[in-house]
């Protein structure tokens, strides 16, 4: 069973950068599509962004895109979503989350695995 952690959230002006990350353990990190997502209050979960085993594809959701970027460490069972200018409306709870096949994830469909969550506030 795969479980993975996330850490890195908090309160942060708008404007401002975080780093989240999520450690995987209990299963072959370094075979799996990994991606984040995030849900604010009264709001579906929605993609963010996707990275491949190998960490040679990435992909992000336009509202993101130019301000965040993935990245993985396969020998530390790592991902990372950098956040930079962050703004009012990123607040929410980000989620990582695994796909066993190497394909990579692009909706809640996709994922076999999912972390707890952590809180993002962005203040205005």
């Known amino acids: 069973q795969v479980q993975l952690v996330e850490s890195g959230g908090g309160l942060v002006q708008a404007g401002g950068s975080l780093r989240l990350s999520c450690a995987a353990s209990?299963?072959?990190?370094?075979?799996?599509?990994m991606g984040w997502f995030r849900q604010a209050p009264g709001k579906e979960r929605e993609f963010i962004t996707t990275?491949?085993?190998?960490?040679?594809?990435?992909y992000y959701a336009d509202s993101v895109k130019g301000r965040f970027t993935v990245s993985r460490d396969n020998a530390k069972n790592t991902v990372y979503l950098q956040m930079n200018i962050l703004l009012p409306e990123d607040t929410a709870v980000y989620y990582c989350?695994?796909?066993?096949?190497?394909?990579?994830?692009?909706?809640?469909?996709?994922?076999?695995?999912w972390g707890q969550g952590t809180q993002v506030t962005v203040s205005s």
């Open positions: 989350a695994a796909r066993e096949r190497n394909m990579v994830i692009l909706n809640t469909r996709d994922p076999d695995y």
């Open positions: 209990g299963g072959t990190f370094s075979t799996y599509a």
């Open positions: 990275i491949s085993a190998s960490g040679a594809q990435t």
